[in-house]
C-alpha cells in the first residue's frame, strides 16, 4: 500500500433504487414502444437479399449508379457511400429475380473498372433460418446462465441476473430500433457477448452479496447489499473502464465492418453495468432474501475460509 | 508463504515456452506459391516434384524453392510475376490430371514445422475468396426415385402382362392389375424383386387397384447418395477450377458448403459449380423428318423433338434407355481401331440390361446422348417463397450403334480429342443427379480482406496499449505483473488457434479484443480484494493470499456463465458469429490461467517468502 488508505465509499445505491427503476422502466417502455412501432432495420442476414460493396479508383456520383441500375430495371435497388466516396454499398431486397446470379448481373452493369470487395447473398429461406436460429441462441443461452446460477447460488439470485439480462437485451435492441442502426448476425452475437459480460458483472456483485450475508452479523438485507455494492465498486468501474477502452479502440479503428458490433457492445457494457449495480440487486430484494436463504451453502464457505 | 513449488514453477514456465513455441509460425511472413496436386486420389511422387523443376527451368520462371509437402509440389516465388507465370506453365505442361493453383505457403523453419507448427488458418474475410451455401433439390430426387420406381415397376410387370395401368401419384405409384390372380403374383413379384418398394396399405374401392410407395429407408438413401454425389462432383469441378485448400464439406441433411480461398472470379465459379446436368440416352427416331415436326409444331406419337446445340433438330424416341444416374464411370480415350476419339462408358447392371436389349433390338441404328440441364431457384413471389425449377435439354451426342453391347461401351464419332476429353468430364460431372441452388454467398475481395486484417490487428495493438497503460497507472507493480500475464494471454490464444488450426476471422479478432478487455477483469478483482484484505488486515502476505483465495471462486463462477454464453454461440451460430465464439472460448479459458496462476506465480517470485513493510498496489 504506497498510496493510500483504503477507503470504500458509502453510496446509497439501494436508498436511490426507487429512481432506478423509474429509469429502467421509463427506458424499456421507451425501447419495446420503438421496437414495436419502428422495428429493427434488419439486415439481409435476416431478410434475405443481396448486398455488394465496391470500390472506385476515384469519388463516384451515387445519382449515377442509381441510374445505371434503374436503368436496367433494379429501381428498388439501395445504393450509398460506405466509409468514403470511393465506395459505395448497394442493397437489393428479395425479388423476383433474387438469386445467386443478380450479383453477377450487378457487377456487369458496374463496368470493368471497379474493384469488388464484398459479395453477401442469401437465400430468403436462409435469411428464415437465421432468425430463428438467432432467437433460439439467446433463448438457449439465457436458460443455460439460469440453471448455472440457480445451483451455484440460489433461484432468486437466478432470476434477479436473468430480469438484469433482459433489461440488458431490450435496451440495446431498442437503441438500435431508435436509431435505426443495421441489426446484422454481427450484432446478434454482440447481444450475446453483452449477456455474457452483463452476467460477469452481476456475479461477482451476488458473489459478494452472498459472502457478507453469511460473514457478517447484519440481518438487514438491504444493508448487506448496499455494502456489497459499494465494495466491488472500484472494481466494476475499472473493468467497465478496461474493456470501454478496448472497444473505442474497435469502434474507431476496426473498420465498417465491425462497426455496429462494437456499437451494440459498448451500448450493452454501459447499461450492463448500470444493471448489475441496480436492477439486479433491487430484484433480489424486492423477492425478498434473507440470510436464511443463504444457509445451504454454510459448508463451502467454511471450505473457502480454511484454506491456506 | 506466497511461494510456488519448484514443480509448479517449472510447469508454469513449461506450457508458457510451449505456447511461445506454437505462436511463434505465425511471426514469419509467407511466400507467393503455386500448389500441384493430383486431381484424383493419385498420391504425387518424387517425378512430379522432378517434372516441375524441370518445367520451371525450361520455361525460365524463376523459383525460391520447389518441395514435396504432403500430398502436394509446392513451389515458392519472389514475386507476382513468376508466380502467375509459373501457373500457366504448369497446367499447361503437367495436364489435366494435376491441378494447379495459386496460394500463400508459410515460410516457417523446418525445425518448427517438424514440431507441428503451423501458422494460424485465416477466414475468408481476412484473405479473401468466395463462401457458397448450396442446397441440393432433395423433392427433385424423391421425384427420380419415383420415376425409376416407376420404369421398374413396368419392365417388371410387364413380362407376365400383370397390369392395366400404372399411374404416377403424389409419391406414390397406383397400379391396376388386371384379374386378381394377377395381383396376388405382381404383389408377390414386388416382393421379391423390387426391395426398395413397400405395398402401402391402401382399401382402394376397386380391390384391382394396389398404391405402391418407395420404402422410407431407400428414400433416405436416395437422398444421402444423391447429396455425397454432387459433393464428389463438386470437388472434381474445384478442382477444374485450380483453387488451392478449398473447403466442400456437408451440411445438415441437404446442404453443401463450399470455400474457395482466393478465387476473385465468382461469376465462373457460380457457372461451374452450379451447372447440374444429367443424361439420357434415347433412340433417334429415323422414320419421321424433324422438319415435319417443326412446321406442324407436333411431334408424332412416341417421339419427341431435340435440339443439337448448334440448332440442328432431330427427332428421338421418348422411352429413355438410360440416365445419367447410370453412369458408374467416364473416360475418354482413343479407339484402336482406327484410331478415332472416343468415350468409354461404363454403367450399372440396371442401366447395363436396359442397354443390351435396346442395342439388340436396334442394331445399327443411331443412339443420341442428350444433355440435361436442371435448374431451381426461390425466389419472393408477393410475399411467398416460390421454388422455380427450368430445365433445357440438348443433344450433345448422335452416333451409329455398331454392336450389341450392355454396361461397358464407347461413343465413337466425336469430332475431336478434345470433344472426347470434355465429353468424358460431362459425363463424369453428369452423374451429378440432383439440381443444386446457391443459397448463400459470400463473397470478400482481396483488397478488403487486406483492409480487415490491417484494421483488425491495429485495434488490437492499440486496445491492447491503452488496457496497458490504464493498468500500470492504477495498480503499479500489480498492474505491471497484470500487463505481462495480459501479454502472455495473447500468446496463448494465438497458441491455441494455430494448433487447434481454428479459422481467424474478423470477428474473431473482435473476440480477441474483447478478451482482452475482460482478461485484466480476473486481475482487477484479486488486486481490489487484495487492497480490501490489505485494509483490514495487518499482514501484507496474508492480504495478498486471501485476496487471491477469495477472488478465484468469483471469477470462475462469472467465468463460465461467459462461457456458456460462448458456447452457446458457437453451437448455434453460422460463420462470424462461430469465429468470434472460438476466440472468447479459448479467451477465458487462457486468460483464467495467466491471469490467476501466472500472475500470482509472478507476485510470489516478487514478495512471496519476505518479510514486507508495504507492496506497490
Do not use: C
Not at chain 1, 230 to 240: A, G, K, P, V, Y
Not at chain 2, 336 to 363: C, F, H, Q, W
Not at chain 2, 384 to 408: C, E, L, P, W, Y
Request: aromatic share 6%; net charge neutral; hydrophobic share 45%.
Amino acid at each position: 500500500m504506497s498510496l493510500k488508505a483504503l477507503n470504500i465509499p458509502t453510496i446509497d445505491f439501494v436508498g436511490k433504487r426507487t429512481y432506478a427503476i423509474i429509469f429502467s422502466a421509463m427506458l424499456i417502455v421507451l425501447s419495446i414502444f420503438s421496437l414495436t412501432t419502428n422495428g429493427l432495420k434488419l439486415g439481409i442476414d435476416f431478410t434475405g437479399g443481396t448486398l455488394i460493396e465496391v470500390g472506385y479508383k476515384q469519388g463516384v456520383d451515387l445519382a449515377e449508379v442509381r441510374a445505371t441500375l434503374s436503368g436496367a430495371g433494379f429501381n428498388k435497388a439501395n445504393v450509398q457511400y460506405f466509409g468514403s466516396t470511393n465506395e459505395i454499398l448497394i442493397r437489393l431486397e428479395p425479388q423476383a429475380i433474387s438469386s445467386a446470379k443478380l450479383s453477377t448481373k450487378i457487377i456487369q452493369l458496374l463496368g470493368n473498372d471497379v474493384d469488388i470487395r464484398r459479395v453477401e447473398f442469401v437465400g430468403p429461406k436462409v435469411g428464415e433460418e437465421l432468425t430463428n436460429d438467432g432467437g433460439l441462441a439467446m433463448l438457449y443461452a439465457l436458460i443455460g446462465i439460469l440453471i448455472y446460477v440457480a445451483f451455484r447460488f440460489e433461484y432468486r439470485f437466478s432470476l434477479g441476473s436473468i430480469a438484469a439480462l433482459i433489461h440488458d437485451v431490450i435496451i440495446t435492441l431498442g437503441f438500435f430500433s431508435l436509431f435505426q442502426f443495421e441489426f446484422d448476425l454481427t450484432v446478434l452475437a454482440a447481444i450475446l457477448a453483452v449477456i455474457g459480460y452483463s452476467l460477469n458483472d452481476t456475479i461477482v456483485v451476488f458473489d459478494r452479496i452472498r459472502e457478507n450475508f453469511l460473514s457478517t452479523r447484519h440481518v438487514d438485507p438491504s444493508k448487506i447489499i448496499n455494502g456489497a455494492l459499494n465494495q466491488t465498486l472500484s472494481r466494476t468501474i475499472m473493468t467497465s473502464l478496461t474493456t470501454l477502452l478496448v472497444l473505442l479502440a474497435l469502434f474507431f479503428l476496426g473498420g465498417e465492418i465491425i462497426h455496429s458490433f462494437a456499437m451494440a457492445l459498448l451500448i450493452g457494457v454501459l447499461i450492463g453495468t448500470y444493471s448489475s449495480i441496480y436492477v439486479a440487486s433491487s430484484m433480489i430484494l424486492a423477492m425478498g432474501i434473507t440470510k436464511e436463504d443463504m444457509l445451504p451453502s454454510e459448508k463451502e464457505k467454511q471450505e473457502i475460509d480454511t484454506r491456506p | 508463504m506466497n511461494q510456488f513449488s519448484a514443480l509448479k514453477n517449472t510447469l508454469i514456465a513449461f506450457f508458457l515456452l510451449l505456447s511461445a513455441l506454437y505462436a511463434l509460425p505465425n511471426v514469419f511472413g509467407s511466400d507467393l506459391a503455386v500448389q500441384i496436386s493430383a486431381a484424383g486420389d493419385a498420391a504425387i511422387a518424387q517425378s512430379d516434384l522432378d517434372k516441375v523443376k524441370a518445367t520451371l527451368e525450361s520455361n525460365k520462371v524463376r523459383y525460391k524453392s520447389v518441395e514435396l509437402v504432403g500430398r502436394r509440389v509446392l513451389a515458392r516465388f519472389e514475386d507476382n510475376k513468376s508466380q502467375l507465370g509459373a501457373k500457366e506453365v504448369l497446367k499447361q505442361e503437367m495436364g489435366r490430371n494435376y491441378v494447379a493453383a495459386l496460394n500463400l505457403a508459410p515460410s516457417i523453419p523446418a525445425w518448427l514445422s517438424d514440431l507441428g507448427g503451423k501458422a494460424m488458418s485465416l477466414g475468408l474475410d481476412l484473405r479473401g475468396g468466395v463462401h457458397f451455401l448450396l442446397e441440393v433439390d432433395m423433392q427433385a430426387v424423391a421425384n427420380m426415385s419415383l420415376d425409376k420406381s416407376y420404369n421398374e415397376l413396368r419392365t417388371l410387370l410387364r413380362q407376365d402382362r400383370l397390369y392395366k395401368s400404372i399411374n404416377k401419384e403424389k409419391g406414390s405409384l397406383l397400379v391396376h392389375f388386371k384379374t386378381l390372380a394377377a395381383k396376388e403374383a405382381g404383389l408377390s413379384l414386388i416382393k421379391s424383386e423390387l426391395g426398395d418398394l413397400v405395398i402401402l396399405d391402401v382399401t382402394h374401392e376397386n380391390e384391382l387397384y394396389v398404391s405402391v410407395g418407395i420404402e422410407k429407408g431407400a428414400l433416405a438413401e436416395a437422398k444421402s447418395n444423391a447429396l455425397k454425389q454432387n459433393i464428389t462432383t463438386l470437388r472434381n469441378r474445384v478442382n477444374e477450377l485450380g483453387v488451392a485448400e478449398p473447403i466442400i464439406q456437408q451440411q445438415g441433411l441437404e446442404r453443401i458448403v463450399v470455400q474457395l480461398p482466393g478465387v476473385q472470379d465468382t461469376a465462373r465459379a457460380k457457372e461451374i459449380l452450379g451447372a447440374v446436368a444429367t443424361l439420357e440416352f434415347r433412340l433417334v427416331d429415323e422414320k419421321n423428318d424433324p422438319q415435319t415436326a417443326i412446321q406442324s409444331g407436333r411431334a408424332p406419337i412416341g417421339s419427341k423433338l431435340y435440339y443439337f446445340r448448334d440448332g440442328r433438330p432431330l427427332l428421338l424416341k421418348t422411352r429413355v434407355i438410360a440416365t445419367g444416374e447410370n453412369i458408374t464411370g467416364a473416360a475418354s480415350g482413343v479407339d484402336s481401331e482406327n484410331a478415332t476419339p472416343m468415350v468409354n462408358i461404363t454403367l450399372d447392371s440396371a442401366g447395363g440390361r436396359a442397354m443390351l436389349d435396346t442395342t439388340k433390338r436396334y442394331l445399327h441404328h443411331r443412339m443420341a446422348v442428350v444433355f440435361i440441364e436442371n435448374k431451381v431457384e426461390t425466389v419472393l413471389e408477393n410475399g411467398k417463397m416460390v421454388k422455380n425449377r427450368s430445365k433445357t435439354q440438348d443433344i450433345i451426342n448422335a452416333a451409329t450403334i455398331q454392336g450389341t453391347f450392355s454396361s461397358r461401351f464407347q461413343i465413337t464419332g466425336i469430332d475431336s480429342a478434345r470433344e472426347a476429353r470434355n465429353l468424358a468430364l460431362l459425363l463424369r460431372a453428369g452423374s451429378l443427379s440432383a439440381p443444386i441452388e446457391i443459397i448463400e454467398e459470400r463473397t470478400i475481395g482481396p483488397s478488403l480482406g487486406a483492409d480487415n486484417i490491417a484494421k483488425g490487428v491495429m485495434s488490437v495493438i492499440v486496445g491492447f496499449i491503452l488496457v496497458l497503460f490504464f493498468m500500470a497507472f492504477r495498480y503499479r507493480v500489480f498492474g505491471l505483473v497484470a500487463n505481462v500475464a495480459l501479454t502472455l494471454n495473447l500468446v496463448m490464444i494465438v497458441a491455441v488457434l494455430s494448433l487447434l488450426q481454428a479459422t481467424l476471422t474478423l470477428p474473431g479478432i473482435a473476440g480477441i479484443v474483447l478478451t482482452v478487455g475482460m482478461a485484466v477483469d480476473a486481475n482487477v478483482l484479486i488486486f481490489e480484494r487484495i487492497k480490501e484484505e490489505l485494509g483490514s488486515n495487518s499482514n501484507i502476505q496474508k492480504s495478498i493470499a486471501a485476496g487471491y483465495d477469495k477472488a478465484v471462486l468469483t471469477i470462475a463462477d462469472a467465468n463460465i456463465t461467459t462461457l456458456i454464453a460462448a458456447l452457446v454461440l458457437f453451437s448455434f451460430g453460422t460463420g462470424p458469429i462461430k469465429g468470434f465464439a472460438i476466440t472468447l472460448s479459448i479467451g477465458i479459458v487462457t486468460s483464467m490461467f495467466t491471469a490467476i496462476i501466472v500472475s500470482r506465480a509472478m507476485i510470489n517470485k516478487i514478495y512471496g517468502g519476505k518479510k514486507l513493510e508495504e507492496i506497490s498496489i
